[in-house]
């Protein structure tokens, strides 16, 4: 019993989860106040392009899934609509980014940024699929271009802390 | 190489039809959606404070450098416009009372007769797609899915998740917000001035206030008030009521009292005003004028108790056909600089339940 809880808390899942939930806690406080020109820069969206970048599209359509769904439980969106996004940006920078054996740096901060942007024009586009229409305006463009910039940022870290949650096996001390 | 691309279609599907069955089961107002919310609040609660507080310097130093100036500016204006209305604020709190009295001497519902719940606003919106705000009181003060939110202006919008000590409110610019709401217009036509009337005992506004708790009428003809700042422009009590003796009076008629036109007032973004729409196209559109006050319009299935002030309008754009006027509304709140907030615990009657 104890063994099987260990294994489970050692799972890339279970860190997966705890690393959202602090990038998530980022998100909701920083980044909901510092807005440059008064747009946010979406860290989730980064965070999950910058987990396509470094894995497979299965497991980066995981990470968009369970980090969306995440989002969607802090904010006022029905479940699931985040968790759509994400889950198709994670897999599409992931796609992306199949071509190429071995991607240089620039390359793979440049598909993270463009993916990071394509989420902010999914997200009122899914919205408005479910009848919360109102949002697909010129803001969108704006919003994407800040969550660009900040992907560019923010990508450098997000790709080795992504690449350590999702570390396929964890010594556990033998 | 085909058994990946079986994998990731398999993949890209589950992902699909799991987001369309949470979506299907938030979206019906699944009981189960709103336990998987509060169980992650508990767990997220605690982390998103902790990161509060330990971001707290970096979004204070943030705000420092990017608003100094406007907040200098501001403050600036702002003492020239508090010793402005320190004359004027008087007079508005008295006749607000009066206000309050005739309505309850009415039987009509008002503000002062709904308990309210003070909270202060303790984050904004993570996202660029939806206006919201989060407070720092919940269901642990009685808060509920749907109760109107008012600052000191003016009403900002409803609550639309409620966590035990916090809740979501969704902002009036939020275009999924629609209210209810009335055009307070006023009326082209000219009062009826009566010839003076030769009776004896004739009950007045203040009078008739005056007698209410004992039932009895009184016998004062003054129709003056000494309120500081206050004056009244006609008198507005009924014209079977209304007999001053020896004097000119001026009696309004019904079609001189304050027009009320309904609509609907929609949300369109940050930045961008709200609406009035669905007013009626065929009467007296061209009587709405600009700086016309906009207050909800109330009703069993309202989302807001009546008369609650929201804003004025500030263009008025002629339609044709029978869509008739569309309003743009200046808020009387100032969504962008939102502190401390007042949750009206009344609940609508379409959101009980929730």
């Given at each position: 019993?104890?063994?099987?809880l260990?294994?489970?808390?050692?799972?890339?899942?279970?860190?997966?989860?705890?690393?959202?939930?602090?990038?998530?806690?980022?998100?909701?406080?920083?980044?909901?106040?510092?807005?440059?020109?008064?747009?946010?820069?979406?860290?989730?969206?980064?965070?999950?392009?910058?987990?396509?970048?470094?894995?497979?599209?299965?497991?980066?359509?995981?990470?968009?899934?369970?980090?969306?769904?995440?989002?969607?439980?802090?904010?006022?969106?029905?479940?699931?609509?985040?968790?759509?996004?994400?889950?198709?940006?994670?897999?599409?920078?992931?796609?992306?980014?199949?071509?190429f054996?071995?991607?240089?740096?620039?390359l793979?901060?440049?598909?993270?940024?463009?993916?990071?942007?394509?989420?902010?024009?999914?997200?009122?586009?899914?919205?408005?699929?479910?009848?919360?229409?109102?949002?697909?305006?010129?803001?969108?463009?704006?919003?994407?271009?800040?969550?660009?910039?900040?992907?560019?940022?923010?990508?450098?870290?997000f790709?080795?802390?992504?690449?350590?949650?999702?570390?396929?096996?964890?010594l556990?001390?033998? | 190489?085909?058994?990946?691309?079986?994998?990731?279609?398999?993949?890209?599907?589950?992902?699909?039809?799991?987001?369309?069955?949470?979506?299907?089961?938030?979206?019906?107002n699944?009981?189960?959606?709103?336990?998987?919310?509060?169980v992650?609040?508990?767990?997220?609660?605690?982390?998103?404070?902790?990161?509060?507080?330990?971001?707290r310097?970096?979004?204070?130093?943030?705000?420092?450098?990017?608003?100094?100036?406007?907040?200098?500016?501001?403050?600036?204006?702002?003492?020239?416009?508090?010793?402005?209305?320190?004359?004027?604020?008087?007079?508005?709190?008295?006749?607000?009372?009066?206000?309050?009295?005739?309505?309850?001497?009415?039987?009509?519902?008002?503000?002062?007769?709904?308990?309210?719940?003070?909270?202060?606003v303790?984050?904004?919106?993570p996202?660029?797609?939806?206006?919201?705000?989060?407070?720092?009181q919940?269901?642990?003060?009685?808060?509920?899915?749907?109760?109107?939110?008012?600052?000191?202006?003016?009403?900002?919008g409803?609550?639309?998740?409620?966590?035990?000590?916090?809740?979501?409110?969704?902002?009036?610019?939020?275009?999924?917000?629609?209210?209810?709401?009335?055009?307070?217009?006023?009326?082209?036509r000219?009062?009826?001035?009566?010839?003076p009337?030769?009776?004896?005992?004739?009950?007045?506004?203040?009078?008739?206030?005056?007698?209410?708790?004992?039932?009895?009428?009184?016998?004062?003809?003054?129709?003056?008030?000494?309120?500081?700042?206050?004056?009244?422009?006609?008198?507005?009590?009924?014209?079977?009521?209304?007999?001053?003796a020896?004097?000119?009076?001026?009696?309004?008629?019904?079609?001189?009292?304050?027009?009320?036109?309904?609509?609907?007032?929609?949300?369109?973004?940050?930045?961008?005003?709200?609406?009035?729409?669905?007013?009626?196209?065929?009467?007296?559109?061209?009587?709405?004028?600009?700086?016309?006050?906009?207050v909800?319009?109330?009703?069993?299935?309202?989302?807001?108790?009546p008369?609650?002030?929201?804003?004025?309008?500030?263009?008025?754009?002629?339609?044709?056909?029978?869509?008739?006027?569309?309003?743009?509304?200046?808020?009387?709140?100032?969504?962008?600089?939102?502190?401390?907030?007042?949750?009206?615990?009344?609940?609508?009657i379409?959101?009980?339940?929730?």
């Amino acid at each position: 019993m104890f063994e099987r809880l260990l294994m489970i808390v050692a799972s890339r899942w279970f860190r997966l989860v705890l690393v959202v939930l602090l990038v998530l806690s980022l998100q909701t406080t920083l980044f909901s106040e510092i807005r440059p020109w008064g747009y946010s820069v979406q860290l989730m969206a980064i965070f999950v392009a910058a987990a396509g970048a470094v894995h497979d599209v299965r497991t980066a359509a995981i990470v968009g899934m369970v980090t969306g769904l995440m989002y969607d439980a802090v904010l006022a969106t029905p479940l699931g609509v985040s968790g759509l996004v994400l889950g198709v940006i994670g897999a599409a920078t992931a796609l992306a980014l199949q071509p190429f054996r071995d991607p240089t740096w620039w390359l793979r901060m440049l598909i993270i940024g463009l993916a990071a942007a394509l989420s902010e024009l999914l997200m009122p586009f899914t919205k408005a699929l479910v009848g919360l229409g109102g949002w697909l305006d010129v803001r969108v463009l704006a919003a994407m271009a800040v969550t660009f910039i900040g992907a560019l940022v923010f990508a450098a870290p997000f790709v080795p802390i992504s690449r350590w949650t999702l570390r396929e096996k964890v010594l556990l001390g033998r | 190489m085909a058994q990946n691309k079986t994998q990731l279609t398999r993949a890209v599907v589950l992902l699909a039809l799991a987001s369309v069955f949470f979506i299907t089961l938030d979206m019906s107002n699944s009981s189960a959606t709103s336990r998987v919310r509060r169980v992650f609040d508990t767990v997220f609660y605690p982390v998103e404070n902790i990161a509060r507080v330990v971001t707290r310097p970096v979004s204070g130093a943030w705000k420092a450098f990017r608003n100094y100036d406007d907040v200098v500016a501001e403050n600036d204006r702002l003492k020239e416009q508090v010793a402005l209305q320190e004359g004027t604020a008087v007079a508005a709190a008295a006749s607000v009372r009066l206000s309050q009295e005739l309505l309850a001497l009415n039987g009509l519902p008002t503000l002062a007769g709904i308990n309210s719940v003070t909270a202060q606003v303790i984050g904004e919106t993570p996202t660029n797609f939806s206006q919201t705000i989060e407070i720092n009181q919940g269901a642990d003060s009685g808060i509920k899915v749907g109760m109107p939110v008012l600052n000191a202006a003016g009403l900002i919008g409803k609550v639309t998740e409620v966590f035990n000590n916090r809740a979501l409110v969704m902002l009036i610019s939020d275009p999924d917000y629609a209210l209810s709401v009335k055009v307070v217009t006023k009326s082209n036509r000219t009062p009826v001035t009566l010839p003076p009337l030769i009776t004896e005992d004739a009950p007045t506004v203040d009078s008739v206030l005056e007698t209410a708790d004992t039932s009895t009428t009184s016998s004062t003809t003054t129709t003056t008030t000494t309120i500081l700042g206050f004056t009244p422009s006609a008198t507005t009590v009924p014209a079977d009521v209304v007999a001053s003796a020896g004097s000119n009076i001026s009696v309004p008629s019904v079609s001189q009292l304050a027009v009320r036109e309904t609509g609907i007032l929609e949300g369109r973004g940050p930045g961008t005003r709200p609406v009035v729409r669905f007013l009626d196209a065929t009467t007296r559109a061209g009587a709405i004028e600009v700086g016309a006050p906009i207050v909800s319009a109330g009703g069993s299935r309202s989302l807001a108790p009546p008369d609650v002030v929201i804003g004025v309008v500030s263009r008025v754009v002629e339609r044709l056909g029978t869509a008739g006027p569309l309003l743009e509304i200046e808020l009387v709140a100032d969504l962008s600089n939102l502190s401390f907030l007042r949750v009206l615990l009344y609940q609508p009657i379409t959101e009980s339940g929730r």
